[in-house]
């Protein structure tokens, strides 16, 4: 079984803060991504990784950035926590494939700037 | 970019009856296209999937179709049962030039009364 955790369930910050948001995943895959979810907005992506130490901006990059130090392991981090950055954040991974492409979530975490 | 269309974006049916739910997207290059279905409080999961070199895939009660040349995929489920009570994502991706990249739609609320 897959598993990708999440290091908060929910965190509440004050705006200004420097945030930072870990997904771990257990099953040695290539691909690990970053979403926030908003209703009516779907799940749109921040960054994503396809291996360590390298990243891509998703759609939704400003004011994030990540970190990937070792293959298990991304972080989120917010320099600066603003109000609009209350959201769900979703982490998820998967393996690197030109014929399968299932991505496994995290249970998320939900963050509220206040 | 790519771009996903889904809709409607709330969908209420009768216990027993079809629902079905329409994507959109804006890349012809996208080959491959997941649907995730996300129960309250819970992680996003896939449950169902489908190829561009695929017109329908039906798995028991759940179908997805494609129609490449109008670039629009659907979820089809019949006889609806309450624990199909759900936010239903469609996703496109180019497996081929993007990697584990996908791009997911606005979600679709699906509830099955009974």
């Known amino acids: 079984d897959v598993k990708v955790t999440q290091s908060s369930r929910y965190l509440v910050k004050r705006t200004g803060e420097k945030v930072f948001l870990e997904c771990v995943q257990d099953?040695?895959?290539?691909?690990m991504f970053w979403y926030r979810q908003d209703p009516g907005l779907g799940l749109r992506l921040i960054y994503f990784?396809?291996?360590?130490?390298?990243?891509e901006k998703g759609d939704i990059p400003e004011g994030y950035s990540v970190s990937r130090e070792k293959k298990e392991r991304f972080s989120l981090i917010l320099e600066s926590a603003s109000t609009n950055q209350t959201s769900m954040y979703l982490c998820?991974?998967?393996?690197?494939?030109?014929?399968?492409?299932?991505?496994?979530f995290g249970p998320g975490t939900r963050l509220t700037v206040l | 970019g790519e771009n996903v269309e889904q809709h409607p974006s709330t969908l209420s049916v009768q216990e027993g009856d079809s629902a079905v739910i329409k994507c959109t997207y804006s890349?012809?290059?996208?080959?491959?296209f997941p649907w995730y279905k996300q129960e309250l409080g819970k992680r996003p999961q896939l449950i169902i999937d489908?190829?561009?070199?695929?017109g329908e895939k039906k798995d028991q009660r759940i179908a997805v179709t494609l129609n490449k040349t109008a670039k629009h995929f659907s979820l089809h489920i019949t006889e609806t049962q309450p624990e199909d009570s759900a936010v239903y994502f469609c996703?496109?991706?180019?497996?081929?030039?993007?990697?584990?990249?996908?791009?997911f739609g606005q979600g679709t609320e699906l509830s099955v009364k009974p």
């Open positions: 998820a991974s998967s393996l690197y494939s030109h014929s399968y492409n299932e991505q496994f």
């Open positions: 099953m040695d895959h290539e691909n």
């Open positions: 990784s396809y291996d360590v130490k390298m990243k």
């Open positions: 890349d012809s290059a996208s080959n491959y």
């Open positions: 489908i190829r561009s070199n695929v």
């Open positions: 996703a496109a991706s180019d497996l081929y030039n993007q990697g584990g990249k996908l791009i």
